[in-house]
């Protein structure tokens, strides 16, 4: 004879009052749902602050860059290419040095391929350190044979080497180019005046840092017309711009904090509420 079975007992679910929205609507909880809206809000705020600070201008006030100055107010040779003066157009006098003009390809302009005619121009004072010497890209042409051409032509007529005053944009050097196997060494592709200067004859002076980018105005027009040379193009530098991804990271940090106030506002009141219904589900079974 088989003993029979106790009947299985069931667990008692408690299904009464209060839910979830009742618990969270009592005084205590809707006063700490002030607060944490309260600290939400500031770290809302706290984030706001950071992400507009992240992106700012490097320069509170704008430099003029479009007004012709003397190079010898923006730079000069042992400081180098300054922040305030880079891009800036400057005003000379001086010589170019027959016999030392250079090919710098490829360069585009307005869109197309090319090259650069760079000379060397001796400074004279007062607008410039006199005797220093300048690398100047005196203009573009079509292509490097091109300009192998306007090299010649320029430097045939005597009035070339003569005293000028020229004006263009005072621009930083580039950074090197590794020539490519089997090339010339000598082969220039970016603007660098340090290593121009160690190709350019009598060379016992300074050299600036930069060079001159030519304008077609101040008198260079009858030298850009007779080598047949294009204008460079010269435009004027962005206003410089700093990204702070740190107060970035930062701004980001708060909005997570505000959510989180929230969030530990809502988990501490469904924990209130799972723990009265767990009560009175241990008072249903003990009855």
Do not use: C
């Amino acid at each position: 004879m088989q003993p029979t079975p106790h009947p299985r007992q069931k667990r008692p679910e408690y299904l009464g009052d209060p839910t979830l929205g009742q618990v969270m609507r009592r005084p205590r909880w809707i006063l700490a749902l002030v607060f944490a809206m309260l600290v939400a809000a500031v770290f809302a705020w706290l984030g706001q602050w950071q992400m507009d600070s992240a992106v700012r201008q490097a320069a509170v006030e704008e430099i003029d860059t479009e007004t012709p100055r003397p190079l010898a107010e923006v730079s000069d040779t042992l400081m180098g290419v300054t922040d305030a003066g880079a891009g800036v157009v400057v005003h000379l006098e001086g010589s170019f040095v027959p016999g030392d003009s250079r090919v710098v390809a490829p360069r585009v302009n307005d869109g197309e391929s090319g090259a650069w005619v760079v000379g060397h121009l001796v400074a004279d004072g007062p607008d410039a350190e006199p005797g220093a010497h300048l690398a100047v890209a005196i203009g573009w042409a079509p292509g490097e044979a091109e300009a192998e051409q306007a090299i010649d032509r320029i430097e045939a007529d005597p009035a070339f080497g003569e005293p000028r005053t020229v004006e263009g944009r005072f621009m930083p050097p580039e950074g090197p180019q590794v020539p490519k196997p089997g090339e010339d060494p000598q082969v220039l592709r970016t603007m660098i005046p340090a290593f121009l200067a160690n190709v350019w004859t009598g060379v016992e002076s300074p050299v600036y840092s930069g060079y001159l980018v030519l304008h077609d105005e101040g008198g260079s027009e009858a030298l850009l017309a007779e080598a047949q040379l294009d204008a460079v193009d010269s435009v004027a530098p962005l206003p410089a711009e700093t990204v702070n991804w740190l107060n970035i990271f930062y701004g980001v940090e708060w909005i997570v904090f505000a959510g989180f106030a929230l969030f530990l506002w809502y988990r501490l009141t469904r924990d209130a509420w799972e723990k009265e219904h767990e009560l009175k589900l241990l008072q249903a079974a003990q009855e």
